[in-house]
């Protein structure tokens, strides 16, 4: 009789222990940037992210804070987090399903320091099952910001001030003025 029963029980316990594990760690290929190299416009860094979270992999009864994060060497920037939630968690935020997955789409801003030329952008990953929080490692979703259009630049030069230039020049080396 024991014996009967223990087959089941096992079962049981084994369906009940995996389904309520842990959410592992996300690839970088469930996520896309735009644009794909960050750039610097003026003084503010913006991107979208558009992500995805796979089939069977978001459970039913957690939430998932995403944080974008542009780090460099000595700092970073956070940006707005995001919040998803499971097909079982009561609450306003956008719900993903565990058997189909779900797509987002998320907007980011960051203001600007000469730093962030050699960053990376990051997302951070918060998850929530009833009382207890836990993270998964980090996600990095693009490299670095382009900042031409915050490079210094020369004030415009009129054809009088190169004119009045060019003589001052000619004068200085005492050869004929051809500039007048």
């Not at 014996?3 to 369906?15: E, F, G, Q, S, T």
């Not at 490299?143 to 020049?169: F, K, Q, R, W």
Request: glycine share 8%; hydrophobic share 40%.
């Amino acid at each position: 009789m024991i014996k009967k029963l223990y087959l089941p029980l096992v079962a049981l316990l084994v369906l009940a222990l995996s389904s309520c594990g842990k959410m592992g760690e996300l690839s970088s290929d469930y996520f896309t940037t735009n644009p794909e190299v960050l750039e610097a416009i003026g003084g503010k860094v913006p991107v979208t992210i558009n992500g995805k979270f796979p089939e069977k992999y978001f459970k039913k009864n957690a939430t998932v804070e995403v944080t974008p994060v542009l780090r460099w060497k000595g700092g970073e920037a956070k940006g707005q987090p995001a919040v998803f939630q499971g097909e079982k968690v009561e609450g306003n935020n956008q719900t993903i399903a565990y058997k189909a997955g779900g797509s987002y789409t998320m907007k980011a801003s960051f203001d600007y320091v000469p730093e962030m030329a050699n960053s990376e952008l990051y997302l951070d990953f918060k998850i929530t099952k009833g009382k207890k929080s836990y993270t998964i490692p980090s996600v990095k979703i693009a490299d670095g910001v382009i900042a031409t259009s915050e490079l210094p630049t020369l004030p415009a030069l009129t054809h009088h001030t190169l004119t009045m230039l060019s003589n001052a020049l000619l004068k200085m080396l005492r050869l004929p003025t051809s500039c007048s």
